[in-house]
């Protein structure tokens, strides 16, 4: 749960960089929303995509360099990043298959 102020605690930082792909991504994109700040206005899926926005939120970012670190994942799941914080994840597709599931962001 965040921190009183909407920040992910360092513990949950962690948990995002050492997610154990062999879990799925999706249960870690999942866990992503529930740290996420605005996940409502920030998180949309489609199918096996995920858009994510941080609207600048700094603990968003934090999320998504946490992310960004958990080199398979990264390597596996992301699609592309824009300016202003806007990230697609798309699950790989053998995990979309076996109804295992990556991470997907807007």
């Known amino acids: 749960m965040p921190d009183s102020d909407g920040y992910p605690t360092e513990d949950e930082l962690q948990i995002v960089r050492e997610w154990d ?21 920030g998180i949309s899926k489609e199918g096996s995509e995920w858009n994510v926005s941080t609207g600048g939120w700094s603990g968003n970012e934090e999320i998504i360099d946490a992310l960004q670190t958990n080199t398979v994942f990264w390597m596996m799941c992301w699609v592309q990043s824009r300016r202003g914080g806007h990230y697609i994840f798309q699950l790989p597709p053998a995990q979309q298959e076996a109804g295992r599931c990556a991470i997907e962001l807007f």
């Open 21 to 41: 792909g062999n879990k799925g991504f999706l249960g870690l994109l999942e866990y992503v929303e529930e740290i996420w700040w605005t996940p409502e206005w």
